[in-house]
């Protein structure tokens, strides 16, 4: 009888999660492993279990697909992590609930991809006994002991996109375009897609802006006769002696976001200069993965699948110079990877004229 391993995607689903999946699946059936692919996260693990078998048929075609096949979710029962720094434990009902599903289903291990709550859900589990694999999983690129996530660049590419649309009508009405960009409480999206797509001004957590250095920076571009400019601004940035932007999910929960509509109220007031925002949301979660996505996505999923055949549990699956390792997932979560202040990206962008806001 063949050897049976689980898999689920948990938390914001993001593009190059079907990469892992189909990466996962051909090498552990090359392994001789049979997969089962656990429904919405680890709530399918719950009650009778809702799964299906990922077979190489049912996993074919769906590496340019983005979302994930096998459905996530950033609620439930397992929530092990509320927001960054806070912790809680996931109830023993609901660990023991997911050990009998994995006995009754004869499954020898579970490969959780997810972002830093659901791996530290997933270390919980290990910690209680169920042989756990870790494929980290976020578009925000912001988890310890993996120097990239897939994802990423799909979002990058987006936000890019959108700054190369922006740019057109800005420059027509001579505007400036202010774009809220996701990332919580980094500013890889912002960063990056901003360098990407030609922003002016890229604001990040990392570096508290002064309104009136940002407005400072337009005035400038006018006396140099750039008419119109490209504001970046990460959901997570906040201003001199100002707070985050949150705003209510339901149920008492809070999500980051609001900051764009507040940094393009202060530059129209400061400058005089028509402002509008776009919040880009969830379209930089959307859609098709970029190639560097799908490659990435895949050598996860095959990572993910040998780490299984290797018994090396409560390992996740880690990007280091441009080679795929693995670290103990405990090493992994809670702390954030946040972009260096004085490191070579941002110093890039001041290079070329982006300012900071400081
Ligand atoms: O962590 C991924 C992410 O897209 C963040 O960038 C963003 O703050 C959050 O998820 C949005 O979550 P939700 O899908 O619950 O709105």
Known sequence: MNKRLGVLTSGGDCPGLNAVLRGLVRTATNLEWEVIGFHDGFEGLLGDGRWEALTMQRTSGIMQLGGTIIGTTNKGHFIAKVDAGS??????????????????????????????????????????????IGVPKTIDNDLESTSMTFGFDSAVACVADSLDRLHTTASSHKRVMVIEVMGRHAGWIALYGGLAGGADIILIPEITFDCEKV???????????????????????????????????????????????????????????????????????GGAPTTMDRILGTRFGVKAAELVNERRFGQMVSYQNEEVHSVPISQAVHRLRLVPPRGQMVATARAVGISFGD
């Open 215 to 285: 407005a400072q920076a337009i005035r400038d571009r006018e006396t140099m006769g750039c008419l119109s400019s490209l504001v970046v601004v990460a959901e997570g940035a906040k201003a001199r002696n100002g707070k985050e932007f949150t705003q209510e999910k339901g149920s008492g929960e809070y999500k980051l976001g609001g900051i764009g509509e507040f940094v393009a109220r202060e530059i129209a007031r400061r400058t005089g200069k028509e402002t509008r925002t776009c919040v880009l949301g969830h379209l930089q979660r």
């Open 87 to 132: 912790r809680t434990h996931v109830p023993r009902a609901a660990i023991e609930e997911a050990r009998a599903t994995l006995y009754r289903l004869r499954i020898d291990a579970l490969v959780v991809v997810g972002g830093d709550g659901s791996l530290t859900t997933a270390q919980q589990l290990f910690e209680a006994g169920i042989p756990t």
